[in-house]
């Protein structure tokens, strides 16, 4: 069962398969509990997002949670040609929508939070995305995709530390394989065969640790098969990489004015 929707809070679900996510809408609202709402959104799209955002805020009124969580799997980025002689663009979309993706819809975030009061549990809003494994460790048929997460890990590792002197938290959980349409059934039966497969309670769990009056950002939770873990940063090399690069060092006070004062 949905954790917000069981808390009668209401939602709305916003996917490239509008269909889909009108499926979605309609199981959480035979539910009884919060409303459920869906919209069309391709996350590479910058105006669909906008587009997207704004609906939702004329259907929720107000939004305190958001989750960018929409991804593809990896694709041959380049073509297999040893003929050829002229030279072809590389297909990024894995990066377009699992990385850029994400950072339209934590700025659409930020910038509305920013606008709204604080709620009751003591923030504007809080962001909770999907990494992946893939963005602590390199598998190396995967180096798109590897990537791209490896970008949303430094993006809420970092990002989501500074967030909350504006009242507002950013956190990804990163799973192992979870049964999703980036893959096929029957790679997914493989995997479920051999007990590599993560729970989704194991997600939705540490979603839930983060609602509310929770003043946890810029953490990033490990998802595996047989249990969850919050992922650690790496150590410093040494005191003077710590003054440099700590949470307060001298690359935090250079780059402090690119931020809104509080």
């Known amino acids: 069962m949905n954790p917000l929707t069981a808390k009668r809070a209401n939602v709305f679900v916003a996917d490239r398969d509008k269909a889909g996510a009108e499926s979605v809408a309609k ?21 669909q997002q906008v587009s997207a955002f704004e609906e939702a805020i004329s259907a929720l009124k107000r939004v305190d949670y958001v989750f960018p969580i929409a991804g593809v799997g990896e694709r041959p980025w380049l073509p297999i040609e040893p003929k050829s002689t002229g030279w072809q663009a590389p297909d990024l979309t894995t990066l ?16 509305y939070f920013r606008r709204q009061d604080v709620a009751d549990y ?26 791209a997460k490896h970008g949303v890990v430094g993006f809420v590792r970092t990002y989501g530390k500074y967030l909350p002197e504006e009242k507002i938290t950013l956190n990804a959980v990163c799973p192992n394989v979870v049964r999703t349409h980036i893959s ?28 509310g009056s929770d003043t946890t950002s810029g953490q990033l939770v490990e998802c595996g098969p047989k249990g969850s873990r919050v992922f650690e940063p790496p150590q410093f090399m040494d005191k003077e990489s710590e003054e440099l690069c700590g949470d307060r060092g001298l690359l935090y006070q250079r780059s402090r004015k690119l931020h809104p004062s509080t």
């Open 27 to 47: 199981e959480l609202n035979a539910l009884g509990k919060g409303r459920a709402y869906a919209g069309a959104l391709d996350v590479a799209d910058w105006e």
């Open 184 to 211: 096929t059934e029957a790679f997914y039966d493989q995997i479920d065969a051999k007990g590599l497969m993560v729970p989704m309670s194991y997600l939705l769990d540490t979603f839930t640790g983060w609602l």
């Open 96 to 111: 377009d929508i699992d990385l850029k993706g994400v950072m339209y819809t934590v700025a659409l975030a930020v910038q």
């Open 122 to 147: 003591g923030f504007k809003g809080k962001i909770m995305g999907v990494a992946s494994v893939c963005g602590f460790y390199s598998v190396p048929t995967l180096p798109v995709y590897t990537a």
